[in-house]
């Protein structure tokens, strides 16, 4: 059985912007393979192995599209990808592509729960996965989920030859496969190529079909802004190709720009620094908190060897780009910093280069996120009640229809239906306004998620998972500013009985549960009761007031708050 992925985008829309030339037209197979042909031994990438051509990479990627096909995987069919950043990610990408099959990545770290919700609702048919990684090992985890998957037919696991767990199939053996006979296919440019994760609102995250055109058209054209020159891009990725941000990797800067993937296995601030000293990218994509933790040891005792060689752009995105971080990169990296606003659902508009900001839109309501490009995604305003168009200058619910513009939601027709209109447009849940320049401005949200360093935390999930901690009679979550990463968790607990849990037992049973780090509170806040709105609800603003002010000690929540866990970013 595969998983049925609908368009609710008008037919007629899509065929006309590939007739414009808007959008390529081509799978995302076909388009890198006429790259590797167009410029044989240009580089596709550079990671912790070394340089990898277009010719050599193009070669391992049939090898193991012969052996995705060995297995039985089908055109159309899911399939799971969790690797870390490195010419792997890379190598399954283009060969899922040139099967036909469709890509589900998720980053390297994602818990069990989350792996598991993914896997299921999608009907994937098979998993790629490490051996190992960082301590954990997510191919066995994975494994072990099998019983539970019933469309899961394979779990292929990435390591050191004879490590692989029992049940699973290693990956250097498909890698050894012989791509003489293979013949790619030809899927449909607006079919499904990718499936996106945003963790979003919803206490299991989102996932959004994106088809080839929209990947490499509508995305593709995001990054060609950005060229100025045309020529091919190098980008540093210092988020997951794994996230939303990361699928402008393969299917945008190989496949649409015959660029070159920067990759760090794991972001450092270390690393990245080194990188763009040794690698000079044109374009470096993050999320603001890496920018930070950058800043950080460029300021600090021992900010490293030698200047900063200038990129084309910083491209920043995942959560809110403060004034100060933005102007303290553009002198620290030498080059425009572009505020990206997107998501996985469907969005995208960012400042672009060389625009400055008036004075008059510094000051204005919001934050200025640039002006809409209709051949990335084109960006109206409406009234969140009546759904009807507002005029400029006006504050209403943000929606989006354009060339890169997702399918459907993934298994979810109450999505489908909440955040999609019968036109397809996509309702983003945000609110802003577009000013008399056509610019957009971030005014705030309708949903409650908390930004973390670039992630998305569903407040709703991690609620749900604390309530059944035998300690918490009651507990809401909610997002506190915080200079570094944007925001944090706190949870405000009313205990069950006398003793109320420290933060440190909350993270153990959240772990226990299969909630990776990042989504752990990070601030407790313990009441005899919840403050309720006059509707009955808790009061989550007189909670974030409550928080805001100076902590007191308190013996029942003394404990510290667990170690930073990496930023991954989910923008687009």
């Known amino acids: 059985m595969t998983v049925a992925l609908h368009d609710l985008l008008p037919a007629g829309l899509r065929r006309g912007w590939a007739a414009d030339g808007i959008c390529p037209d081509l799978d995302l197979y076909s388009l890198f393979r006429a790259r590797q042909i167009a410029d044989l031994h240009a580089t596709a990438v550079v990671d912790a192995k070394g340089k990898l051509c277009y010719t050599a990479l193009d070669r391992k990627v049939r090898c193991l599209a012969a ?69 954990s090992r997510p191919a066995a985890e994975l494994r072990a989920l099998v019983p539970a998957l019933p469309e899961l037919r394979h779990v292929i696991a990435a390591g050191r030859v004879g490590s692989e767990p029992e049940g699973t199939i290693p990956l250097s053996g498909l890698l050894r496969s012989d791509p003489a006979a293979f013949v790619p296919a030809r899927p449909d440019p607006d079919s499904a190529a990718r ?21 490499a058209g509508g995305r593709g054209n995001f990054l060609a802004s950005l060229m100025p020159e045309g020529t091919p891009p190098r980008c540093l990725f210092l988020v997951p190709l794994g996230s939303a941000f990361g699928s402008n990797g393969t299917a945008v800067t190989l496949a649409r720009h015959g660029g070159t993937l920067i990759l760090l296995e794991h972001f450092t601030p270390e690393a990245a620094l080194a990188a763009v ?71 995208n508009c960012h400042t672009g280069l060389g625009e400055e900001v008036t004075e008059a839109e510094a000051n204005a309501t919001g934050v200025v996120a640039g002006r809409p490009d209709p051949r ?32 459907c939601y993934v298994a979810s027709p109450e999505l489908d239906a909440r955040y999609r209109t019968p036109e397809g447009w996509v309702r983003t849940g945000d609110l802003g306004l577009i ?138």
Do not use: W
């Not at 006006?394 to 997702?406: C, N, V």
């Open 67 to 135: 052996g995705l096909a060995g297995l039985g995987i089908r055109p159309g069919e899911v399939v799971g990808v969790q690797l870390p950043n490195g010419r792997g990610a890379v190598i399954a990408d283009l060969a899922l592509a040139a099967v036909g099959a469709v890509a589900l990545p998720f980053p390297v770290g994602r818990g069990s729960l989350e792996a598991q919700a993914l896997l299921r609702r999608a009907e994937a048919v098979a998993v790629i996965a490490p051996v190992e990684h960082r301590g």
């Open 195 to 215: 499936i996106l994760v945003s963790s979003g609102s919803e206490a299991e995250p989102k996932m959004v079909a994106y088809s080839h055109n929209a990947l």
């Open 277 to 347: 000293r040794e690698h000079r990218p044109t374009h470096i994509l993050g999320v603001p908190t890496m920018v930070r933790m950058m800043l950080d040891r460029l300021e600090g005792p021992d900010p490293g060897a030698g200047e900063l060689p200038a990129p084309t752009a910083l491209v920043l995105g995942g959560s809110a780009l403060d004034e100060t971080t933005a102007e303290d990169a553009a002198r620290a990296f030498g080059c425009p910093v572009v505020n990206l606003y997107g998501s996985a659902d469907g969005v």
């Open 376 to 407: 990335v995604a084109d960006i109206h305003i409406t009234d969140p009640d009546t759904h009807e168009q507002l005029p400029d200058g006006e504050i209403g619910e943000i929606i989006a229809r354009g060339p890169m513009t997702p399918m």
């Open 435 to 572: 000013d008399r320049d056509g610019v957009l401005h971030l005014v705030g949200r309708l949903k409650d998620i908390v930004i973390r360093g670039g992630a998305n935390i569903s407040p709703a999930e991690v609620e749900r998972e604390l309530a059944s901690h035998p300690r918490v009679r009651d507990v809401v979550c909610v997002g506190i500013p915080d200079r570094l990463m944007g925001e944090r968790l706190a949870a405000c607990v009313v205990p069950r009985g006398p003793q109320a849990p420290t933060l440190d037992s909350l993270g153990e049973h959240l772990t226990r549960r299969g909630l990776e780090q990042r989504k752990h509170p990070e601030r407790l806040l313990v009441l005899a009761e919840l403050p309720l709105t006059p509707a009955g609800k808790p009061d989550r603003a007189a909670l974030r007031e409550r928080l805001a002010q100076p902590a007191r000690p308190a013996p029942t929540s003394a404990a510290p708050a667990p170690a930073p866990a990496p930023p991954l970013a989910h923008a687009g």
